[in-house]
């Protein structure tokens, strides 16, 4: 490191110089083979649960599918189509029972399937976030990982972060200088 220690006079390191020191140790690990955690992670679901990484990509698909507007439309057309018949079948037990059961399954299937997607997209946005807090040499390393406290530990923290913005206002409203309106000048009659 070509800085010098802050206190001789000097300015400190730089924050690209701090960014390499905190990372260094986190890229010592995970980064040896010189591929990218992703890469790794990639290869290693590859070479072990094609079960999980099939249900994964057959869940995100559907997700996508079943949010589709003409997927919409579609369970209208059916709804419209299954009452016109009605008449058809005297609006019978049966005619009742089929869009029953057929809704039913429907709902119970796409409502895994899509909480499946959104874990995923969850735990990928946490991850995401993480990476930021991590690279960001400011920023406290404590923040990771937090959506894994409970709702009391997270309550506790939230009124913390209200406590600090609160202060930072009040801060804020001394330190500004109160700026007087000039009087309006009343229009002449």
């Not at 083979?33 to 057959?58: C, H, V, Y």
């Not at 299954?82 to 009742?96: E, L, M």
């Not at 995923?120 to 937090?146: C, F, G, Q, T, Y």
Request: overall charge positive; proline content about 6%; aromatic content about 8%.
């Amino acid at each position: 490191m070509s800085s010098k220690a802050p206190g001789n006079g000097s300015p400190g390191p730089s924050r690209r110089e701090r960014a390499a020191e905190a990372g260094a140790s986190h890229q010592a690990g995970p980064r040896q083979s010189g591929k990218s955690p992703l890469d790794q992670a990639r290869e290693q679901i590859a070479k072990t649960n094609n079960m999980s990484l099939w249900f994964s990509r057959f869940a995100s698909r559907t997700a996508q599918l079943v949010g589709h507007p003409y997927m919409f439309l579609f369970a209208v057309v059916v709804l419209v189509a299954w009452a016109i018949s009605g008449p058809f079948f005297h609006f019978s037990d049966t005619w009742q029972l089929i869009i029953n059961t057929g809704t039913t399954i429907v709902t119970f299937l796409v409502v895994f399937l899509i909480q499946n997607t959104q874990n995923r997209d969850a735990k990928a946005l946490h991850l995401k976030l993480d990476e930021l807090i991590r690279s960001h040499v400011p920023a406290r390393n404590d923040m990771i990982d937090i959506e894994k406290l409970s709702d009391e530990e997270l309550d506790e923290l939230e009124k913390r972060y209200a406590a600090i913005c609160e202060e930072n206002r009040t801060r804020k409203a001394r330190t500004q200088p109160v700026i007087q309106q000039p009087p309006k000048n009343k229009p002449a009659a």
